[in-house]
Protein backbone atom coordinates (compact mmCIF):
# COMPACT_ATOMS: atom_id res chain seq x y z
CA UNK A 1 0.00 0.00 0.00
CA UNK A 2 1.20 3.12 -1.16
CA UNK A 3 1.76 5.43 2.22
CA UNK A 4 2.66 8.74 -0.05
CA UNK A 5 -1.11 8.36 -1.49
CA UNK A 6 -2.54 8.36 2.34
CA UNK A 7 -0.91 11.21 4.00
CA UNK A 8 -2.75 14.21 1.33
CA UNK A 9 -6.05 12.54 3.29
CA UNK A 10 -5.28 12.79 6.29
CA UNK A 11 -4.98 16.47 5.88
CA UNK A 12 -8.08 17.65 7.53
CA UNK A 13 -7.34 15.51 10.38
CA UNK A 14 -3.51 16.96 10.66
CA UNK A 15 -5.07 20.66 11.08
CA UNK A 16 -8.26 19.78 13.07
CA UNK A 17 -5.73 18.14 15.94
CA UNK A 18 -3.02 20.30 15.60
CA UNK A 19 -5.58 23.34 16.06
CA UNK A 20 -7.25 21.56 18.51
CA UNK A 21 -3.55 21.40 20.37
CA UNK A 22 -3.10 24.94 19.72
CA UNK A 23 -6.51 25.35 22.35
CA UNK A 24 -5.11 23.60 24.57
CA UNK A 25 -1.92 25.26 24.71
CA UNK A 26 -3.79 28.73 24.99
CA UNK A 27 -5.66 27.52 28.07
CA UNK A 28 -2.83 26.40 29.84
CA UNK A 29 -1.71 30.11 31.66
CA UNK A 30 -4.78 29.25 33.03
CA UNK A 31 -4.23 26.58 34.81
CA UNK A 32 -2.65 25.84 37.88
CA UNK A 33 0.62 25.35 37.93
CA UNK A 34 1.08 25.64 34.07
CA UNK A 35 4.08 26.87 31.87
CA UNK A 36 4.58 30.25 31.78
CA UNK A 37 3.29 32.83 28.87
CA UNK A 38 6.59 32.11 27.11
CA UNK A 39 6.72 28.82 26.26
CA UNK A 40 2.83 28.68 26.27
CA UNK A 41 3.19 31.43 23.30
CA UNK A 42 5.54 29.31 21.42
CA UNK A 43 3.85 26.08 21.70
CA UNK A 44 0.66 27.73 20.34
CA UNK A 45 2.83 29.24 17.74
CA UNK A 46 4.24 25.92 16.26
CA UNK A 47 0.65 24.19 16.87
CA UNK A 48 -0.88 26.62 14.50
CA UNK A 49 2.05 27.54 11.45
CA UNK A 50 3.21 23.70 11.77
CA UNK A 51 0.30 22.55 9.84
CA UNK A 52 0.57 24.97 6.57
CA UNK A 53 4.68 24.35 6.69
CA UNK A 54 4.63 21.10 6.71
CA UNK A 55 2.31 21.17 3.67
CA UNK A 56 4.37 23.45 1.61
CA UNK A 57 7.31 21.24 2.32
CA UNK A 58 5.69 17.95 1.37
CA UNK A 59 4.49 19.51 -1.72
CA UNK A 60 7.80 21.09 -2.79
CA UNK A 61 9.07 17.13 -2.24
CA UNK A 62 6.56 16.02 -4.34
CA UNK A 63 7.45 18.50 -7.18
CA UNK A 64 10.89 17.72 -6.85
CA UNK A 65 12.37 14.58 -9.32
CA UNK A 66 12.70 11.61 -7.23
CA UNK A 67 12.51 8.08 -7.86
CA UNK A 68 9.59 6.00 -6.40
CA UNK A 69 10.55 4.74 -2.77
CA UNK A 70 7.37 3.54 -2.27
CA UNK A 71 5.93 5.95 0.59
CA UNK A 72 9.96 5.73 2.57
CA UNK A 73 10.29 9.58 2.70
CA UNK A 74 6.88 10.42 3.93
CA UNK A 75 7.40 7.59 6.19
CA UNK A 76 10.75 9.48 7.64
CA UNK A 77 8.92 12.71 7.34
CA UNK A 78 6.07 11.54 9.93
CA UNK A 79 8.47 10.18 12.40
CA UNK A 80 10.74 13.52 12.13
CA UNK A 81 7.36 15.29 12.74
CA UNK A 82 6.77 13.22 15.97
CA UNK A 83 9.71 13.62 17.16
CA UNK A 84 9.74 18.14 16.50
CA UNK A 85 6.23 18.36 18.02
CA UNK A 86 6.98 16.18 20.80
CA UNK A 87 10.34 18.24 21.18
CA UNK A 88 7.74 21.29 21.21
CA UNK A 89 5.81 19.97 23.84
CA UNK A 90 8.32 18.69 26.53
CA UNK A 91 10.12 22.04 26.56
CA UNK A 92 6.69 23.89 26.98
CA UNK A 93 6.19 21.52 29.81
CA UNK A 94 2.63 20.76 29.47
CA UNK A 95 0.25 18.90 32.44
CA UNK A 96 0.48 15.31 31.40
CA UNK A 97 -3.31 15.53 30.53
CA UNK A 98 -2.68 17.70 27.70
CA UNK A 99 0.72 16.24 26.74
CA UNK A 100 -0.62 12.38 27.27
CA UNK A 101 -3.15 13.27 24.35
CA UNK A 102 -0.84 14.25 21.77
CA UNK A 103 1.07 11.67 22.22
CA UNK A 104 -1.85 9.47 21.72
CA UNK A 105 -2.58 11.15 18.75
CA UNK A 106 0.32 11.14 17.19
CA UNK A 107 0.90 7.36 17.99
CA UNK A 108 -2.64 6.21 16.60
CA UNK A 109 -1.72 8.49 13.76
CA UNK A 110 1.02 6.65 13.21
CA UNK A 111 -0.52 2.99 13.59
CA UNK A 112 -3.54 4.26 11.45
CA UNK A 113 -1.28 4.96 8.43
CA UNK A 114 1.08 2.76 8.04
CA UNK A 115 1.13 -0.29 10.54
CA UNK A 116 2.87 -1.37 13.56
CA UNK A 117 6.71 -0.51 11.79
CA UNK A 118 5.69 3.05 11.54
CA UNK A 119 4.25 2.89 15.03
CA UNK A 120 7.38 1.65 16.77
CA UNK A 121 10.19 4.46 14.75
CA UNK A 122 7.52 7.00 15.69
CA UNK A 123 7.35 6.11 19.25
CA UNK A 124 11.41 6.05 19.43
CA UNK A 125 11.76 9.14 17.81
CA UNK A 126 8.69 10.41 20.29
CA UNK A 127 10.19 9.49 22.95
CA UNK A 128 13.78 11.21 22.16
CA UNK A 129 11.88 14.35 21.05
CA UNK A 130 10.36 14.93 24.27
CA UNK A 131 13.48 13.85 26.39
CA UNK A 132 15.21 16.08 24.43
CA UNK A 133 12.55 19.38 24.81
CA UNK A 134 12.44 18.53 28.29
CA UNK A 135 16.20 18.65 29.24
CA UNK A 136 16.01 22.14 27.80
CA UNK A 137 12.79 23.59 29.32
CA UNK A 138 12.50 25.45 32.29
CA UNK A 139 13.16 23.49 35.93
CA UNK A 140 9.48 22.55 36.75
CA UNK A 141 8.26 20.23 39.33
CA UNK A 142 6.20 17.08 37.60
CA UNK A 143 2.71 16.26 39.31
CA UNK A 144 2.11 12.33 39.03
CA UNK A 145 -1.80 11.87 37.97
CA UNK A 146 -3.71 10.27 40.41
CA UNK A 147 -4.24 6.20 39.62
CA UNK A 148 -7.64 6.35 38.69
CA UNK A 149 -6.52 9.00 35.72
CA UNK A 150 -3.61 6.98 35.27
CA UNK A 151 -5.39 3.93 34.77
CA UNK A 152 -8.22 5.47 32.49
CA UNK A 153 -4.84 7.09 30.47
CA UNK A 154 -3.89 3.84 29.85
CA UNK A 155 -7.58 2.07 28.95
CA UNK A 156 -7.73 5.25 26.29
CA UNK A 157 -4.53 4.42 24.88
CA UNK A 158 -5.36 0.86 24.42
CA UNK A 159 -8.61 1.19 22.75
CA UNK A 160 -7.29 4.09 20.44
CA UNK A 161 -4.16 2.32 19.34
CA UNK A 162 -6.72 -0.97 19.00
CA UNK A 163 -9.03 1.12 17.13
CA UNK A 164 -5.98 2.40 14.53
CA UNK A 165 -4.70 -0.81 14.25
CA UNK A 166 -8.65 -2.10 12.92
CA UNK A 167 -8.62 0.98 10.78
CA UNK A 168 -5.29 -0.13 8.76
CA UNK A 169 -6.30 -3.31 8.65
CA UNK A 170 -9.42 -2.39 6.70
CA UNK A 171 -7.79 0.56 4.86
CA UNK A 172 -4.87 -2.20 3.54
CA UNK A 173 -7.87 -4.63 2.46
CA UNK A 174 -9.62 -2.12 1.01
CA UNK A 175 -6.35 -1.08 -1.39
CA UNK A 176 -6.11 -4.49 -2.28
CA UNK A 177 -9.49 -5.08 -3.56
CA UNK A 178 -9.00 -1.39 -5.53
CA UNK A 179 -6.17 -2.58 -6.95
CA UNK A 180 -7.36 -5.88 -7.88
CA UNK A 181 -10.32 -4.06 -8.98
CA UNK A 182 -8.28 -1.32 -11.24
CA UNK A 183 -6.53 -4.55 -12.70
CA UNK A 184 -9.42 -6.53 -13.59
CA UNK A 185 -10.95 -3.63 -14.96
CA UNK A 186 -7.87 -2.54 -17.15
CA UNK A 187 -7.97 -6.66 -18.10
CA UNK A 188 -11.86 -6.25 -19.23
CA UNK A 189 -10.94 -2.87 -21.41
CA UNK A 190 -8.24 -4.57 -22.80
CA UNK A 191 -10.51 -7.77 -23.61
CA UNK A 192 -13.37 -5.39 -24.97
CA UNK A 193 -10.99 -3.42 -27.16
CA UNK A 194 -9.59 -6.67 -28.95
CA UNK A 195 -12.92 -8.00 -29.08
CA UNK A 196 -14.28 -4.91 -30.80
CA UNK A 197 -12.01 -5.26 -33.68
CA UNK A 198 -13.63 -8.74 -34.45
CA UNK A 199 -17.63 -7.40 -34.37
CA UNK A 200 -19.16 -5.11 -36.57
CA UNK A 201 -19.80 -1.25 -34.30
CA UNK A 202 -23.43 -1.25 -34.55
CA UNK A 203 -23.12 -4.96 -33.02
CA UNK A 204 -20.83 -3.53 -30.57
CA UNK A 205 -22.74 -0.76 -29.17
CA UNK A 206 -25.50 -3.16 -29.16
CA UNK A 207 -24.10 -5.64 -26.66
CA UNK A 208 -22.81 -2.51 -24.31
CA UNK A 209 -26.34 -0.49 -24.63
CA UNK A 210 -27.70 -4.52 -23.29
CA UNK A 211 -25.62 -6.65 -22.84
CA UNK A 212 -28.48 -9.35 -21.27
CA UNK A 213 -30.44 -8.95 -23.72
CA UNK A 214 -30.21 -11.42 -26.86
CA UNK A 215 -30.20 -9.57 -30.64
CA UNK A 216 -34.50 -10.64 -31.49
CA UNK A 217 -34.40 -10.77 -35.51
CA UNK A 218 -35.73 -7.89 -36.76
CA UNK A 219 -36.57 -7.21 -40.02
CA UNK A 220 -34.76 -4.28 -42.04
CA UNK A 221 -34.40 -2.75 -45.58
CA UNK A 222 -31.02 -3.04 -46.26
CA UNK A 223 -28.08 -2.42 -49.41
CA UNK A 224 -25.84 -5.57 -49.35
CA UNK A 225 -22.18 -5.13 -51.07
CA UNK A 226 -20.04 -8.10 -51.86
CA UNK A 227 -16.52 -7.48 -52.99
CA UNK A 228 -14.04 -9.99 -53.91
CA UNK A 229 -10.09 -10.47 -54.98
CA UNK A 230 -9.93 -11.65 -58.55
CA UNK A 231 -6.67 -13.55 -58.86
CA UNK A 232 -5.96 -14.65 -55.67
CA UNK A 233 -5.87 -17.96 -55.67
CA UNK A 234 -3.27 -18.16 -58.16
CA UNK A 235 -1.32 -15.45 -56.44
CA UNK A 236 -1.54 -17.95 -53.55
CA UNK A 237 -0.07 -20.34 -55.02
CA UNK A 238 3.43 -18.40 -56.20
CA UNK A 239 3.49 -16.10 -52.75
CA UNK A 240 5.49 -17.60 -49.36
CA UNK A 241 2.21 -17.76 -46.72
CA UNK A 242 3.62 -14.78 -44.66
CA UNK A 243 3.74 -12.18 -48.00
CA UNK A 244 0.47 -13.79 -48.75
CA UNK A 245 -1.36 -12.32 -45.49
CA UNK A 246 0.40 -9.27 -45.23
CA UNK A 247 -1.04 -8.35 -48.94
CA UNK A 248 -4.77 -9.95 -48.20
CA UNK A 249 -4.00 -7.87 -44.56
CA UNK A 250 -3.17 -4.55 -46.81
CA UNK A 251 -6.60 -5.65 -48.87
CA UNK A 252 -9.54 -6.07 -46.52
CA UNK A 253 -7.81 -3.21 -44.22
CA UNK A 254 -8.07 -0.84 -47.57
CA UNK A 255 -11.89 -2.26 -48.21
CA UNK A 256 -12.75 -1.92 -44.58
CA UNK A 257 -11.96 1.81 -44.70
CA UNK A 258 -13.46 2.92 -47.93
CA UNK A 259 -16.62 0.93 -46.46
CA UNK A 260 -16.88 3.12 -43.51
CA UNK A 261 -16.22 6.31 -45.35
CA UNK A 262 -19.21 5.37 -47.56
CA UNK A 263 -21.31 4.76 -44.48
CA UNK A 264 -21.08 1.24 -44.31
CA UNK A 265 -20.10 -1.37 -42.02
CA UNK A 266 -17.94 -4.85 -42.91
CA UNK A 267 -20.13 -7.77 -41.84
CA UNK A 268 -17.76 -10.10 -42.48
CA UNK A 269 -14.73 -11.04 -43.79
CA UNK A 270 -15.18 -14.05 -46.11
CA UNK A 271 -11.71 -15.34 -47.12
CA UNK A 272 -10.18 -13.14 -50.05
CA UNK A 273 -13.21 -10.86 -49.97
CA UNK A 274 -15.68 -8.83 -47.71
CA UNK A 275 -19.81 -8.21 -47.03
CA UNK A 276 -20.77 -4.55 -46.24
CA UNK A 277 -23.97 -3.67 -45.05
CA UNK A 278 -25.54 -0.19 -45.56
CA UNK A 279 -28.43 0.52 -43.58
CA UNK A 280 -28.55 4.53 -44.15
CA UNK A 281 -32.59 4.21 -43.14
CA UNK A 282 -32.05 4.06 -39.85
CA UNK A 283 -29.97 7.66 -39.84
CA UNK A 284 -32.66 8.94 -42.31
CA UNK A 285 -36.03 9.93 -41.26
CA UNK A 286 -37.30 9.75 -44.94
CA UNK A 287 -37.34 6.00 -45.17
CA UNK A 288 -37.21 6.55 -49.08
CA UNK A 289 -34.54 8.59 -48.87
CA UNK A 290 -32.74 6.27 -46.60
CA UNK A 291 -32.71 3.41 -48.85
CA UNK A 292 -31.13 6.00 -51.90
CA UNK A 293 -28.29 6.83 -49.49
CA UNK A 294 -27.52 3.13 -48.83
CA UNK A 295 -27.65 2.05 -52.57
CA UNK A 296 -25.58 5.52 -53.61
CA UNK A 297 -23.00 4.54 -50.52
CA UNK A 298 -22.78 0.36 -51.25
CA UNK A 299 -22.32 1.69 -55.31
CA UNK A 300 -19.53 4.15 -54.72
CA UNK A 301 -17.74 1.35 -52.35
CA UNK A 302 -17.82 -1.00 -55.48
CA UNK A 303 -16.52 1.50 -57.48
CA UNK A 304 -13.60 2.74 -55.24
CA UNK A 305 -12.26 -0.36 -55.21
CA UNK A 306 -10.27 -0.99 -57.81
CA UNK A 307 -8.43 2.52 -57.54
CA UNK A 308 -7.71 1.41 -53.46
CA UNK A 309 -6.16 -2.03 -55.27
CA UNK A 310 -4.42 -0.13 -57.72
CA UNK A 311 -2.80 2.25 -54.94
CA UNK A 312 -1.67 -0.41 -52.51
CA UNK A 313 -0.51 -2.36 -56.23
CA UNK A 314 2.44 0.64 -55.65
CA UNK A 315 2.95 -0.11 -52.45
CA UNK A 316 3.59 -3.75 -53.03
CA UNK A 317 5.65 -3.12 -55.99
CA UNK A 318 8.23 -0.91 -53.58
CA UNK A 319 8.92 -4.25 -51.28
CA UNK A 320 9.55 -5.88 -54.78
CA UNK A 321 6.16 -8.08 -54.47
CA UNK A 322 4.91 -8.40 -58.02
CA UNK A 323 0.66 -8.99 -56.98
CA UNK A 324 -1.80 -8.78 -60.06
CA UNK A 325 -4.40 -8.66 -58.35
CA UNK A 326 -8.02 -7.29 -59.05
CA UNK A 327 -11.73 -6.71 -57.58
CA UNK A 328 -15.75 -7.02 -58.79
CA UNK A 329 -18.59 -6.53 -56.76
CA UNK A 330 -22.02 -6.96 -56.77
CA UNK A 331 -24.66 -4.79 -54.91
CA UNK A 332 -28.62 -6.12 -54.04
CA UNK A 333 -30.84 -3.93 -52.31
CA UNK A 334 -34.14 -5.65 -50.29
CA UNK A 335 -36.00 -6.62 -47.14
CA UNK A 336 -33.06 -8.89 -44.62
CA UNK A 337 -33.39 -9.84 -41.49
CA UNK A 338 -31.10 -9.28 -38.50
CA UNK A 339 -30.75 -11.04 -35.26
CA UNK A 340 -28.37 -13.86 -33.19
CA UNK A 341 -28.29 -17.98 -34.68
CA UNK A 342 -27.30 -20.49 -32.85
CA UNK A 343 -27.44 -21.92 -29.57
CA UNK A 344 -26.51 -21.21 -26.05
CA UNK A 345 -22.88 -22.61 -26.43
CA UNK A 346 -21.99 -20.43 -29.94
CA UNK A 347 -23.75 -17.87 -31.10
CA UNK A 348 -23.77 -15.47 -34.20
CA UNK A 349 -25.10 -12.13 -35.13
CA UNK A 350 -26.14 -12.53 -39.02
CA UNK A 351 -28.44 -11.36 -41.59
CA UNK A 352 -29.81 -13.67 -43.95
CA UNK A 353 -32.57 -12.79 -47.06
CA UNK A 354 -32.46 -12.72 -50.79
CA UNK A 355 -30.21 -9.31 -51.20
CA UNK A 356 -27.48 -11.47 -49.46
CA UNK A 357 -27.47 -14.06 -51.62
CA UNK A 358 -27.67 -12.15 -54.89
CA UNK A 359 -25.42 -9.91 -53.85
CA UNK A 360 -23.10 -13.03 -53.96
CA UNK A 361 -24.07 -14.04 -56.79
CA UNK A 362 -23.84 -10.99 -58.65
CA UNK A 363 -20.54 -10.74 -57.76
CA UNK A 364 -19.59 -13.95 -58.87
CA UNK A 365 -20.69 -13.00 -62.56
CA UNK A 366 -19.24 -9.71 -62.90
CA UNK A 367 -16.66 -8.56 -65.15
CA UNK A 368 -12.87 -8.03 -63.80
CA UNK A 369 -13.34 -4.66 -62.12
CA UNK A 370 -17.13 -4.38 -62.78
CA UNK A 371 -19.74 -3.97 -60.73
CA UNK A 372 -23.26 -5.68 -60.96
CA UNK A 373 -26.38 -4.53 -58.93
CA UNK A 374 -29.95 -5.57 -59.34
CA UNK A 375 -33.04 -4.29 -60.53
CA UNK A 376 -33.86 -2.87 -56.97
CA UNK A 377 -30.81 -0.97 -56.64
CA UNK A 378 -30.66 0.83 -60.02
CA UNK A 379 -34.29 1.84 -59.47
CA UNK A 380 -32.97 3.74 -56.07
CA UNK A 381 -30.22 5.07 -57.88
CA UNK A 382 -32.54 6.83 -60.26
CA UNK A 383 -30.30 7.84 -62.52
CA UNK A 384 -27.41 9.30 -60.29
CA UNK A 385 -24.91 6.53 -61.36
CA UNK A 386 -24.29 5.65 -65.28
CA UNK A 387 -25.90 1.99 -65.57
CA UNK A 388 -25.37 0.15 -68.57
CA UNK A 389 -28.66 -1.67 -69.98
CA UNK A 390 -30.97 -3.84 -68.31
CA UNK A 391 -30.22 -7.43 -69.26
CA UNK A 392 -30.98 -10.36 -67.39
CA UNK A 393 -29.35 -13.45 -65.94
CA UNK A 394 -29.85 -16.70 -64.93
CA UNK A 395 -28.42 -17.02 -61.14
CA UNK A 396 -27.74 -20.29 -59.77
CA UNK A 397 -30.45 -20.98 -57.45
CA UNK A 398 -32.41 -17.82 -57.88
CA UNK A 399 -33.32 -18.17 -61.39
CA UNK A 400 -33.70 -14.96 -64.20
CA UNK A 401 -32.51 -12.10 -62.55
CA UNK A 402 -32.59 -7.78 -64.29
CA UNK A 403 -29.40 -6.77 -63.58
CA UNK A 404 -27.58 -3.66 -64.96
CA UNK A 405 -23.91 -2.99 -64.96
CA UNK A 406 -21.96 -0.05 -63.32
CA UNK A 407 -20.51 2.11 -65.94
CA UNK A 408 -16.32 3.13 -64.83
CA UNK A 409 -16.78 7.05 -64.60
CA UNK A 410 -19.63 8.95 -63.69
CA UNK A 411 -22.07 10.86 -65.31
CA UNK A 412 -21.81 15.06 -66.07
CA UNK A 413 -24.59 17.30 -65.72
CA UNK A 414 -27.56 17.68 -63.69
CA UNK A 415 -29.73 14.72 -62.72
CA UNK A 416 -32.58 13.81 -60.20
CA UNK A 417 -33.63 16.36 -57.29
CA UNK A 418 -31.48 15.51 -53.86
CA UNK A 419 -28.83 13.61 -55.45
CA UNK A 420 -25.91 15.11 -54.16
CA UNK A 421 -22.86 17.02 -56.32
CA UNK A 422 -19.64 18.49 -55.78
CA UNK A 423 -17.93 20.56 -58.06
CA UNK A 424 -14.51 20.29 -55.47
CA UNK A 425 -12.30 17.37 -55.44
CA UNK A 426 -13.91 14.62 -53.17
CA UNK A 427 -12.47 10.85 -52.18
CA UNK A 428 -13.49 9.04 -54.56
CA UNK A 429 -14.42 6.42 -52.58
CA UNK A 430 -17.14 8.86 -51.11
CA UNK A 431 -20.92 8.65 -52.07
CA UNK A 432 -20.62 12.39 -52.49
CA UNK A 433 -18.53 11.92 -55.44
CA UNK A 434 -21.29 10.23 -57.58
CA UNK A 435 -22.65 12.76 -59.77
CA UNK A 436 -25.86 13.15 -61.18
CA UNK A 437 -26.60 11.75 -64.61
CA UNK A 438 -28.86 13.06 -67.16
CA UNK A 439 -31.36 10.59 -67.55
CA UNK A 440 -31.45 6.47 -66.56
CA UNK A 441 -30.48 3.90 -68.61
CA UNK A 442 -32.55 0.97 -68.76
Not at 70 to 79: E, I, L, P, Q, S
Not at 181 to 189: G, Q, V
Not at 243 to 252: E, F, M, S, W, Y
Not at 343 to 368: C, E, H, I, K, M
Amino acid sequence: MRTRRLFPRTRPFRYAGFWTLALACAAQPFTPGGPGPWQTGVCLTFCLLWPPLADLLRRAAAGAPRRDDGGRADRTGYVLETAAVLAVLGWSALPVPALAAAVLCLLAGALALAGPGLLAWSAAAGAAGFSAGAALAPARTWSAPPPGDLIALLLMTGFSLAVAALAYRQTRRLHAGRQALARRTAELERLTARMERYLPPSLTARLVAAPETPCAWERRWLSVAFVDLVGFTALAERLEAEALATVLDDCLAALARAAERCGGEVSKLLGDGVLVVFDAAADVPDSAAGRRQGALGAVAFCRSAPALLGDLSETWSRRGELVDLAVRGGVASGYCTLGDRGGAGRLDFTLVGSPVNLASRLQGRADRGGVLIDAATAALLDGAVRLGPAREIDLRGLGPQRVHAVAGEPADGGGAAGVPRRADRVDPGSPSAIVPAPARHS
